[in-house]
Nanobody, 123 residues
Framework: QVQLVESGGGLVQVGGSLRLSCVFSGSTFSTYAMGWFRRAPGKEREFVSA????????DYADSVKGRFTISRDNAKNTVYLEMNMLKPADTAVYYC????????????????WGQGTQVTVSS
C-alpha cells in the first residue's frame, strides 16, 4: 500500500524559505508522478506543483512560479518542494500526492495523499 509522509513545514517570516519533503513507500516510486497541493483556511485544495516520474516535466501554479521548485530523488523515494520568498498567502496545509497515471499536467488524477504539513508565513 502506498504511503506518503510529508515533513518540513513550520512557521516562517515573510520572505523566508522552507523545504518540504515527502517520503514515498509501498510501491515503485520511480513509476509515479508526484505532486504538491495546498489548502488554505476556508479555501478549497489547490494545485501547487507536480513532477513527472523521470523529472523531465514540472508544472507550477501561477501563484508560485519563480518562487517554488519541485524536485525528486528516485534513489531516496523522496520528492521535495523548495519554497522561497514566502508570502502570507502561502499559509496552508501542504499535501504530497502521487499518481500512477501517465503525467499529463496539473489535471492529472492523483491517487494517494499524505496527511499534510502545516506552513505558516507570518508578517
Amino acid at each position: 500500500q502506498v504511503q506518503l509522509v510529508e515533513s518540513g513545514g513550520g512557521l516562517v517570516q515573510v520572505g523566508g524559505s522552507l523545504r518540504l519533503s515527502c517520503v514515498f513507500s509501498g510501491s515503485t516510486f520511480s513509476t509515479y508522478a508526484m505532486g504538491w497541493f495546498r489548502r488554505a483556511p476556508g479555501k478549497e485544495r489547490e494545485f501547487v506543483s507536480a513532477i513527472s516520474w523521470s523529472g523531465g516535466r514540472t508544472d507550477y501554479a501561477d501563484s508560485v512560479k519563480g518562487r517554488f521548485t519541485i524536485s525528486r530523488d528516485n534513489a531516496k523515494n523522496t520528492v521535495y518542494l523548495e519554497m522561497n520568498m514566502l508570502k502570507p498567502a502561502d499559509t496552508a496545509v501542504y499535501y504530497c500526492a502521487c499518481s500512477r497515471f501517465v503525467y499529463g499536467g496539473p489535471t492529472t488524477s492523483f491517487n494517494y495523499w499524505g496527511q499534510g504539513t502545516q506552513v505558516t508565513v507570518s508578517s
